[in-house]
């Protein structure tokens, strides 16, 4: 694994140099590939997965048959972090010759190897195979009566157990047969194929024979000349000591899908259209409220300057009452000016990796055949959107009138992604104590802090430079040298409370997707609809903008000008709601049972939640911050 590693350091910093955007959204494979009959087949094994525990593990972590050198296939930066070891096999055929039982090799089970066979059958493992970039799939029979509609399961079992009968105990059985098919659409013209499905039928048989000869095995139960058929032996009994042959079949079947659309299969979900009408009815309930605060808003405030406006004498000023009041403090700058600074240069810094992620998703570079790819483009997207949170700190900083910028943009460029790699290190040494493959290795862990170090750092320090040679953002208004007193807030006005209602509706917005964003991650599914995605993210943006206006408006009205805080608290509090149904997901959704498999859960819903929090955070900041410029520089100030 150490030249794995190293190569991967390597190509990714050469590409990082040449040209960094074609590493997070190329992956050789993806082009179509076209095949004669008689090509060479080559199924490449990946890792181990199971919704049960999250832990995945190496192909070969488990005693199956092994090619006379294992190979390991040049694997991208996302490909890593999510645990993907992808290594040639046994498995070879020829494209479009069907082969009957064909034997991989013999294994004897030590007791280690049977002890580590009844575990994973236990957390119900799943093996994951790849043919020219598409995953292996079990065709299951849907929930309605759909007869040409086929639905996959990602991956094959290692195995099934069965109680035995007037005991606790159970029989464990390992699936050591593979019955392949092949699906390819051909072009007539050319008498070349693409393949576009590749689909298997996993067995448990015990073979039969009687004396084994490693050169030319002969077994009674698997004939070069057919397949094994489905029950017609019984099943392999995993135990210490056990002989297990490994076995395995091809069929190759033409097909009328084309090689674009080969993936569709593998996109479908069973519950498809409860998913549409949700995101909908989502959406338009949403729309619906923001309208009708909008409408409220801009009728409101456009009757309060007219008034404040149409004042005469100094008697009258003094009468009124309202957000004019406080003009003299409004712009004052807040409790932990700099801190504030720092988080609102993060929030810039997500919320243009994120649209940018987007964007390329929308366009399809990151569609699911591209393993990795989303990973990848969300961290090195993430890295040069450094320049961004650099500059919208040191503007904010200046306006301020901080003097110590260089200390703001080390804050800036440390704080978000130090606590993040922290939690992240400690959650990859957890991983790495259970042997697991989803644990970094140490040459990509290094990849990842030069990119920090050496790419984000410095962008964060020329954003601040160029944001902090700019002149500073004068308000609309003077601040006044003494603070104004602000009077006692009525209960429902208090921070506590308008925080903790506002973020519902952010919340809110994407509480649906956001249930089928958890699925795809912590259920090994498939997430595509990237489009819908998008929509919800435009709602998620105006609903924190408009929501955060409201309530510091009423807040203003209400003679309170602590209002920096509070508008990135009111959007930003959200995460609190996002962090809470993801516990609530946990306890209904998953399955989880061990302890390690727990902390990784929570642990990686922390990051997500804290990321939210900043993204949302400097959305509804911003929007605050322009909607109170506007609207003192719409009054007249004597």
Known sequence: MASLDRFNAASLLVCLLLCPFAAGFYLPGVAPRDFEKGDDLQVKVNKLSSTKTQLPYDFYFLDYCKPTKIRNSAENLGEVLRGDRIENSVYTFKMKSDQGCNIGCRIKLSAESAKNFKEKID?????????????????????????????????????????????????????????????????????TAR??????????????????????????????????????????????????????????????????????????????????FSIINSLMIVLFLSGMVAMI????????????NQLETQEEAQEETGWKLVHGDVFRPPVKAGLLCV?????????????????????????????GGLMTAMVLLWVFMGLFAGYASARLYKMFKGGEWKKNTLKTAFMFPGIVFSVFFVLNALIWGEQSSGAVPFGTMFALVLLWFGISVPLVFVGSYLGYKKPAMEDPVKTNKIPRQVPEQAWYMRPAFSVLVGSILPFGAVFIELFFILTSIWLNQFYYIFGFLFIVFVILVITCAEITIVLCYFQLCSEDYHWWWRAYLTAGSSALYLFLYSAFYFFTKLEITKLVSGVLYFG???????????????????????????????????
């Open 123 to 191: 957390e119900e493992y799943r093996v994951n195979m790849i043919l020219d970039n598409l995953p292996v799939a079990v065709v299951v029979k849907p929930r309605r009566e759909e007869i040409h509609t086929k639905f996959y399961e990602h991956g094959f079992r290692v195995g099934f157990k069965r109680p035995v009968a007037g005991t606790k105990n159970y029989k464990y059985f390992i699936n050591n047969h593979l019955s392949f098919k092949v699906m390819f659409h051909e072009d007539t013209e050319s008498q």
């Open 195 to 276: 393949i576009v499905g590749f689909e298997v039928l996993p067995l448990s048989v015990a073979h039969e024979y009687s004396e084994w000869d490693a050169k030319n095995p002969k077994v009674r139960s698997c004939d070069a000349k057919s397949k094994v058929v489905p029950g017609e032996h019984q099943g392999q009994e995993v135990d210490a000591g056990k002989e297990i042959v490994f076995t395995f079949d091809v069929t190759f079947e033409p097909s009328e899908i084309k090689w674009a659309s080969r993936w569709d299969t593998y996109l479908l979900m069973n519950d498809d259209q409860i998913h549409w």
């Open 297 to 308: 808003m801009m009728r409101t405030l456009y009757k309060d300057i007219a008034n404040y």
């Open 343 to 371: 988080y609102v240069g993060t929030g810039v810094q997500f919320l243009g990796m994120t649209l940018v992620t987007m964007v390329f998703a929308l366009l399809g570079f990151l569609s699911p055949s591209n393993r």
């Open 604 to 638: 990686y819903m922390l990051i997500v939640s804290y990321a939210f929090f900043v993204l949302t955070g400097t959305i509804g900041f911003y929007a605050c911050f322009w909607f109170v410029r506007k609207i003192y520089s719409s009054v007249k100030i004597d």
